[in-house]
């Protein structure tokens, strides 16, 4: 049995003590006062522990049904769902006027991450309504969203994103299905595609399906997709639902993890479709999801660790195991527990200082959301974009990474299903993977984000860490913070030079190292984290305020966090620096 | 469906271009002839290939079943058991009084290699029978080698070991199993353990269980703990089989993975044991076992990562998938295949890198335990026995991160279990959990081995890699393999010292860093293995001997570790450096 308790008391201090949302001039920032958000997050809270979470393990080892065309979830996971529903939680950051609750995309992030902690497969039947439901916000027309957004927002209909194809997923202009123009002004759809996540379900009384196709005699390649909505359910004009779509689940995949989502191979059979937005320009319609999407996925990594972390604390506290070297610590029981020996908290803290950098990062990066969007801050915009591949990728290869840390600390016990860890080991697995891989997401960085509006937006960042720094000091308290935060600047930084001065003549120089480059500049990201953290722990302590183990605590990881983690960005360099030769030499059939 | 090619040059390299096994005088190898290996490996080859390795799936997918007290393995694993039988497999290394066929350890390893990476969940019951086996042999009576060493050689009869309790894995000495002396000098062992590997099967006639428990009135603590011969049916005086002993398997655990093992929770009833070697000095008798035993889990590590890696490979050829940002390479096709990206590359070599010099680590290993055991070496004994925990430790991290890197090579394809990505990930997991948690071999490391008869073995270690740089030189073509080898080797030292100017004062100044100390010691050790690989493929280079091609990729392989892999030395002195503060700073309840 595991347990998941929301990390309120974080969440609070990184939105008032170090995002200072207060006196953000975001429109909708003036209402997240500390008692309004505490109130929020309390309540997800305790729907995330005491409804979702008890059936994380359930769905793991249930899985999804497919019968007669017809997906059974797990059990317990509809009514769950209802719950999530009745609770007003599935639209918390989206427009009134369509039924949302208008509130920031921060809020939303800080929410999402509790769901997902708590149960991954199930908070993504919501996530993936979500995400589509946006791209009809943006891109339908006022009857389209009249006709989907109020039961999408609540969820009574749910969504889905139709990308992949057996033989393509990353290359997407390999796509073979099609539409093909109607008199009536749809489109017939057919198709295969994979990898549908909550493709179908009986959860909801309709799916609506946001499907990529080419129309016939389009441009070749990704010029030529267009983006379709195709409903299950026929909508008729007064909002009732008609007759069945050309479209059924004619598999379901057996996964590594996230057992309890329904992940579908999906077949169109000339199911009907209206296009959303414009011909041909699917493509773009999708991308205007992406770094919501990509900065969803990175929360589940942060999620996930955060579930391993809290479960294999709790199991590091209680579970008794040889004396710690220094002198017995539990002389009243038969051993001490293991959380004395040096080496189990150095695994710990490695968790804990990637699970509190990186949800600072993450709500930094919501923040950036809403000051792009609800503030039109074109700044916030370049920079969030610049950014997005490194919380979608660094968060999820580190949150993958920390899941399985936290599995060690169970020993032979972590392996055995029964514990639970090994679930979160093997749910955090596919963030790595979806939404773009992560090889993908450091592509789009160092390919494309990097030079992005003459390179900017990396300047923005180099200008922020640098006046962060002048800021705070680097002398007194904050010298322990601030040197070791330069010198891995400075690391990104020589990355950064030793592209442009390589990967003109030889874009393969810079691709090479374009992974290491996405950890580094992950690891100044929360390294800038842990700077501002210290900070205001430093000024909540001089000021006598709060909670003054919870701001030593903040200090003691921020420590761990600057000399234990932050010097891999010198490792990263090294790799870069090595050039293309070393990735490029060898021929194809010679590996 | 996945593919198992066993590595048969790359072990014929190894073995006679690096380890030069012709010229070395241990008893045994001047057998080890080219002529002579290569037929041994290329039958072991075989059956890994063509008749383990289409089992590794379905031993996933089925798993093992408890019914009526009867552990069913999954369908064909008997029939191949008896194919390994018929063919000889089972006692490659072991002496031939008992029916071995007393080949060095390094040829069965080499052996148990190929068998491990096409099978891991089969080759353990063979393999828990030869670490039972080994430990009958040194420690047994003449009538107990009589009695059970024949049967168990050729694995009519399998073997298990007994360790683990539910409340006790690395801690045995809070041990509650109990063996009552009986007035027949045997004892009747009651208890219960747990993660008791191929603990009940039916691909044997018998079971012979080899279980630690004390002895009432002895010593407290693991000082009172005896190990015992408890046969699952008893053996009567004409070695024919009487009645059941009091012992059964319970429960079959869910795993992560090796589903096809069993791992059993076994109760001991009054059972019927015999001591195996001395009261009380049950520990020291499983001691023994242990650098084989460790060394065999190094070695899952590293064959798991190859089939994975042979996948990967695979399927990075075949993937067509983007265009390379060069220039078109496949114009025939749709697009090219994946393997021209830059960090599919960098994935790829980061697997084979780690994986070829793995292997000669393993081997080298392999090659002193002869040394030791049948060249009674004292210094070679002391080195390996300091290398354990690092070929233990370090190679079966290192094999795990492999696997999940080659399964990101599939992308989401890599997630759906039909590909079989998953389930070497799923294996390769257990390896840095069993004979002693992967934290465990680091105390082990930094708390017992550094400091072993004065410190001298791993002053010896280092006088090796001094002697290597020295004699292949740090200029002309091999500096670019021994410089690099060199400040990898500095930083290794200066670890070393650290321990030696903290530790003294405060134990956890080292523990803090004792894993990190085990990761810088494996990649000094992998890049002397390089060192000592680019060696041989130059000097072959030089003579027009071999297969250009490959010695060639060598080289280029060794000049990937050495310029992306080996770096990691300094991030972990780094690591190392900073001392216990910032992991102990906290206090337990504070985390």
Known sequence: MTRYTAPTQDIQYLLHDVLDVANDPTPGYAELEPDFTSAVLEEAGKIAGEVLHPLNAVGDQEGCVLENGVVRPPKGFKEAFDQVREGGWTALDLPEQYGGQNMPYLLGTAVGEMFSGANQAFTMYQGLTHGAASAILVHGTDQQKDTYLPKMFSCDWTGTMNLTEPHCGTDLGLMRSKAVPQDDGSYAISGQKIFISAGEHDMAENIIHLVLAKIPGGPEGIKGVSLFIVPKFLVKEDGSLGERNGVKCSKIEEKMGIHGNSTCVMDYDGAKGWLLGEEHKGMRAMFTMMNEARIGVGMQGLAQAEVAYQN???????????????????????ADPLIVHPDIRRNLLDQKSFIEGARAFLLWGAQMIDRAERGKDEAAHGMVSLLTPVIKGFLTDEGYDMTVQAQ????????????????????????????????????????????????????????????????????????????????????????????????????????????????????????????????????????????????????????????????????????????????????????
Not at 312 to 334: F, H, I, K
Not at 417 to 432: P, V
Not at 508 to 534: P, Q
């Open 408 to 591: 060690q600390v169970y020993g032979g016990h972590g392996y055995i299903e029964e514990t639970g860890m090994s679930q979160f080991t093997r749910d955090a697995r596919i963030a790595m993977i979806y939404e773009g891989a992560n090889g993908v997401q450091a592509l789009d960085l160092v390919g494309r984000k990097l030079a992005q509006d003459g390179g900017k937006h990396v300047m923005a960042f180099f200008d922020l860490v640098k006046g962060f720094i002048k800021e705070a000091g680097t002398d007194g308290a904050m010298a322990e913070f601030t040197e070791p935060l330069k010198s891995a600047s400075k690391d990104l930084q020589s990355a950064g030079m030793f592209f442009m001065q390589n990967g003109m003549k030889n874009p393969n120089a810079a691709l090479a190292g374009s992974y290491d480059f996405m950890h580094l500049f992950g690891h100044v990201c929360l390294g800038l984290m842990w700077g501002r953290m210290a900070e205001a722990s430093l000024k909540a302590l001089a000021e006598g305020r709060g909670d003054a183990n919870f701001h030593e605590t903040k200090l003691a990881t921020a420590r761990f966090y600057m000399t234990r983690r932050l010097p891999a960005t010198k490792l990263h360099l090294a790799r870069i620096e090595s050039g293309a030769d070393p990735v490029m030499a060898l021929d194809a059939d010679r590996f």
């Open 312 to 334: 294999a604390l709790d199991y590091a506290r209680d579970r008794l195991q040889g004396r710690s070297v220094t002198g017995v610590e539990n002389p009243d029981g038969p």
